[in-house]
């Protein structure tokens, strides 16, 4: 008798796709090649991995994974023993379509996309994961942000006189009986984090991560986003709604987090660049064309932006005559703020065993 195959539905990301990599063994060779070669950097025995998962998991594997669009969600439910949703929407809808689910689980923490009072009605489990990878997200941002204040991508190495005279700077040491000796280069325009203000727009998981740290470094955090949080999650996150123009004008670090689609493309363009405070900084580490390329050279050549900061750039590889890179006050890194692969790793073995703990039932 052929053993019971548990349909899992799962909303098709580029990471949940690891999923369908470890549970369905209809997998293709191609996509396992794929994903393979993709981990190599930080996992090099793939296979052990997932063989080992898949011991850890005996309960699900092999499973019937369906990946699916928000369009072909409806159409998977009948059948469907679990659902892993990142953004698809699981309402009272869904839940009627879906007579034999045990659990729902979300790719991320915040469950507003799940409505959990009708699930729990049902008896349906809602499960969630707090992603490493976004928390490696919030950590690059800070070490951005931290590498424009201290101007550690111009001062690191630049330790001795010689270099100092080959940069065409003089060097006047202090009068060390009366003075101390720190910043014997007289190097200026360095800026400290705690007392600025941060201006997050998009306080979703990432964003959230990130407004956690600004509060740690004794920085005053605003944010904008279309729905106002409630007021008990402003202040467990120690945050201020600010409209948007309000936000531009006020903050002193400005951390666009926003996915990118039709509505956000170029959300920080021409106008929005301008009106935002003088000597300012952005740090993205969100989608490189959330801001408009042409507006920010424009801000960076003026002097109005006091700096600029990117992970994900708009072309991957880029080009090394990027204009972005002639300037001293902008670091871009390349598209590395989510990791180690680890983090992803780590996150889709958490989800695998929720599963199946929740599916042995």
Known sequence: MERHRPVVVVEDDVWTRLLGVVLDASISEERWAAFADFMSPDLPDFRMWCEKLRTTAAAIYPSDVKLVSAEELHRHLASAEAIVTESLKIGEEELALAPHLKVVHKYGAIFRNIDVAACKARGVKVLGVRRRANISCAEHAFALMLTLAR?????????????????????????????????????AGLRPLNGSTIGIIGLGEIGREIAQRAAAFGMTVFYFQRTKLPRADEESLNVTYRPLELLLAESDWVIPQL???????????????????????????????????????????????????????????????????????????????????????????????????????
């Not at 996915?259 to 969100?286: Q, W, Y």
């Not at 920010?296 to 072309?315: M, N, P």
Request: charged share 25%.
């Open 259 to 361: 996915p990118l689609d039709s509505s956000t493309l170029h959300f920080l363009n021409r106008e929005r660049l301008a009106a935002m405070k003088p000597g300012a900084c952005i740090v993205n580490v969100s989608r490189a064309e959330v801001i408009d390329r042409q507006a920010l050279l424009e801000v960076l050549r003026s002097g109005h932006l006091g700096g600029f900061a990117l992970d994900s750039q708009y072309e991957e590889p880029g080009r090394p005559d990027d204009e972005l890179l002639s300037f001293a006050n902008v670091v871009l890194t390349p598209h590395m703020a989510g990791s180690p692969r680890t983090n992803g790793l780590n996150d889709i073995e958490d989800i695998i065993r929720d599963l199946a703990e929740a599916l042995a039932i």
């Open 151 to 187: 101007r550690m991508n111009e001062l690191s190495g630049l330790i001795s006189v010689d270099q100092l005279t080959a940069m065409g700077r003089r060097y006047t040491p202090f009068d060390r009986r009366h003075t101390p000796g720190a910043n014997w280069g007289r190097f």
